[in-house]
């Protein structure tokens, strides 16, 4: 069983960053491609970012590109996603998730695609 634990959120004004990170543990962190996804009060969950295993392939939503950054640690088997030039509507629960491929270039940004989720970590951003 993975377990996977983020952590980073917090309050923000406009304009300003923070770097969340998702803690993996229970199986070994290669193999497992991560996500990032998001969910406003009232909304749908989105994806925000995903990266493969081999960390060779990352994929981004567009109301993200340019200003969020997903890396992976595989030491410390954890992913991290630096988000600067926050605005208002990036206010949501941020959730980390994994699931295992067999493929170095697979980073998906379908939630379905992914087994294991985290608990989340609210993020708001005050303008």
């Known amino acids: 069983q993975v377990q996977l634990v983020e952590s980073g959120g917090g309050l923000v004004q406009a304009g300003g960053s923070l770097r969340l990170s998702c803690a993996v543990s229970?199986?070994?962190?290669?193999?497992?491609?991560m996500g990032w996804f998001r969910q406003a009060p009232g909304k749908e969950r989105e994806f925000v970012s995903a990266i493969s295993w081999s960390g060779g392939r990352t994929n981004y939503a567009d109301s993200v590109k340019g200003r969020f950054t997903i890396s992976r640690d595989s030491a410390k088997s954890t992913v991290y996603l630096q988000m600067n030039s926050l605005k208002p509507e990036d206010t949501a629960v941020y959730y980390c998730?994994?699931?295992?491929?067999?493929?170095?270039?697979?980073?998906?940004?379908?939630?379905?695609?992914?087994?294991?989720w985290g608990q989340g970590t609210q993020v708001t951003v005050s303008s």
């Open positions: 998730a994994t699931a295992r491929s067999g493929s170095g270039a697979y980073a998906p940004a379908s939630a379905t695609d992914y087994a294991n």
């Open positions: 229970g199986r070994t962190f290669s193999m497992y491609y």
